[in-house]
Nanobody
Framework: QVLLVDSGGGLVQPGDSLRLSCAVS????????VGWFRQAPGQEREFVAA????????NYADSVKDRFTISRDNFRNTASLKMNSLKPEDTAVYYC???????????????WGQGTRVTVSS
């Protein structure tokens, strides 16, 4: 059984940092690219960041570029999203997902975590 467990969300103030984690089991983690997506209340799920199987290449949405960093540890079967300089507009439920080839498109992702909520508010 493939399982992705998202964690690390919480309530933070603007300007704070947060690190999200995604623990993966049930498949060969290093065979999949990892993506992070988010969904704000009343909005569609959107791409945040992605990383290739090796970790050598990454891709970011313009809205998070230079603030967020995606990484992975193929020995521990985990992926992370370090979020700095958080803004109220970053408030959303964040999901990690796996796909065969690095992509910014939701439809390309086969497996999804349950999501972790991030709230940025003063």
């Amino acid at each position: 059984q493939v399982l992705l467990v998202d964690s690390g969300g919480g309530l933070v103030q603007p300007g704070d940092s947060l690190r999200l984690s995604c623990a993966v089991s049930g498949l060969s983690f290093d065979s999949y690219a990892v993506g992070w997506f988010r969904q704000a209340p009343g909005q569609e799920r959107e791409f945040v960041a992605a990383i290739t199987q090796s970790g050598m290449s990454t891709n970011y949405a313009d809205s998070v570029k230079d603030r967020f960093t995606i990484s992975r540890d193929n020995f521990r079967n985990t992926a992370s999203l370090k979020m700095n300089s958080l803004k109220p507009e970053d408030t959303a439920v964040y999901y990690c997902a796996l796909c065969q080839i690095i992509s910014a498109r939701l439809v390309d992702y086969n497996y999804w975590g349950q999501g972790t909520r991030v709230t940025v508010s003063s």
